[in-house]
Nanobody, 123 residues
């Protein structure tokens, strides 16, 4: 059974940093691409970042380029999202997700999702 468990969310002031983690179990972690998505109240879920199986390819939404960094540790079966220079508009529930094949921004390609972790950025 595949499980993805996010952690690391919380309340931070604008300009601050947070690091999200997503621990995976079930299946062979290194075989899959991982992605981070977020959903703010009243808005659709949106793509944040994705990484391929080796970590050699990453994709970012324009809104987070230069501020967020996705990485993975295939020994610890964990994917990370380092978020710097946080802005109030980054406030959302952040989800990690797993897919086969290449890293992608298309959420419908992801078959497994975590429960999410809340990130709140105050002004």
């Amino acid at each position: 059974q595949v499980q993805l468990v996010e952690s690391g969310g919380g309340l931070v002031q604008a300009g601050g940093s947070l690091r999200l983690s997503c621990a995976a179990s079930g299946g062979t972690f290194r075989n899959y691409a991982l992605g981070w998505f977020r959903q703010a109240p009243g808005k659709e879920r949106e793509f944040v970042a994705a990484i391929n199986w080796s970590g050699g390819t990453t994709v970012y939404a324009d809104s987070v380029k230069g501020r967020f960094t996705i990485s993975r540790d295939n020994v610890k079966n964990t994917v990370y999202l380092q978020m710097n220079s946080l802005m109030t508009e980054d406030t959302a529930v952040y989800y990690c997700a797993r897919k086969s094949g290449a890293a992608s921004s298309r959420f419908r390609e992801y078959g497994y999702w975590g429960q999410g972790t809340q990130v709140t950025v105050s002004s």
